[in-house]
C-alpha cells in the first residue's frame, strides 16, 4: 500500500447526522479511506440510502434522536455491542437558525443547546466511558462554525451554541489526553445544505451574494469539510488537541 498517513484503514468511525450534508459527505469519505463507519440521524429513509451508497462492508446504520436523553446510554452500548469500542466520533448533527433577539426566549435557547450542545455532550460522555473507545485512544471532532468567532445579523443563537463547543473542546482536550483521546473542533464558513438553504441570506440572490462575497475563495462545498474531518480523525493528527481547524474559504482572514 502506497503512503497514506490520513488512511482511517481498521478504525471504526461514528457520524452523528449522517443523514444529511456535511455529516453525510463525512461517513461517505470516512468509508472511501477504509474506515468502518456508524451513521446516527434522525430520518431512516435518508440514512438508509446514504447506507447503501459506502465503500466497503460492516457499516451501521443507528435511527436515533440524540436529543431523547434518556435513551442515549443504551443507544451507545447497543453501537459498542455490534461494532466493538469507537476510535473515531464525528458531531456533525445540529440545527441552524437566524434569529433577531427580538424573537430570541428561553424556549428557543432551550431547544438550540438542547440540539447543538447537549446532546453531542452527552453522547461525547457515554462513548468516553471505559471500553466503549479503542484502549490505545480516539478522536472528536465537534462541528463549531465560523459564527463562534465572526457576528452577522440575527446569529447570537447559533453562534452561543458553536462557541460553547469551541470551549468545550479546549477543557476536554486537556482532561482526556491521559487516555489518547483527542479534541478538536471544524468551523465551516458557509457550505451549501439543507441546513440553510431556505434561510433567507440563502434565497434572496443579493444577501446570497453579500454572503458569497464574504468567502474570498466562494462559499464551500461538503468535501472540504470532510476533508478536515478526515485529518483530525487520521493518526496524521496524532500530536493535535483541542484546537479549532477553520475551514471557510477565507472569511476570516480578512
Ligand atoms: N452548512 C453550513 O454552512 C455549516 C456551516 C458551519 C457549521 N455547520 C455545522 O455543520 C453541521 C452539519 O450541518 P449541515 O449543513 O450538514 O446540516 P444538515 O444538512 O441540515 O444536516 C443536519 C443533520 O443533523 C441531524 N440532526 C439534527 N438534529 C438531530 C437530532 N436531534 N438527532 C439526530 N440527528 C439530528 C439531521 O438528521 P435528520 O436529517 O435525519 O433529521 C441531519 O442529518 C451542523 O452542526 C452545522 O451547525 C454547517
Known sequence: MSFNPFSLEGKTIVVTGASSGIGQQCVIDC????????????????LSETL????????????????NFDDLKGCVKSIVEKAGPIDGLVNCAGISTTLPLKLMNAEKMDEFFHSNVFSSIELTRHFCQMGKVNKSGASIVFLSSIMALAGENGKSLYSMTKGALLS???????????????????????????????????????????????????????????????????????????????????????
Open 168 to 254: 468545550a473542546v479546549r477543557s476536554l482536550a486537556c482532561e482526556f489526553a491521559r487516555r489518547n483521546i483527542r479534541f478538536n473542533a471544524v468551523s465551516p464558513g458557509a457550505i451549501l445544505t439543507p441546513i440553510n438553504q431556505d434561510l433567507p441570506h440563502m434565497k434572496n440572490p443579493e444577501a446570497r451574494a453579500a454572503l458569497e462575497s464574504k468567502h474570498l475563495l466562494g462559499l464551500g462545498k461538503t468535501t472540504d469539510i470532510s476533508n478536515a474531518c478526515i485529518y483530525l480523525l487520521s493518526d496524521a493528527s496524532r500530536w493535535v488537541t483541542g484546537q479549532n481547524l477553520v475551514v471557510d474559504g477565507g472569511y476570516t482572514a480578512r
Open 52 to 67: 447503501s451508497s459506502l465503500e466497503g462492508e460492516g457499516h451501521l446504520s443507528v435511527t436515533f434522536d440524540l436529543t
Open 31 to 46: 468509508s472511501k479511506m477504509g474506515a468502518k463507519v456508524v451513521l446516527i440521524g434522525r430520518n431512516e429513509q435518508r
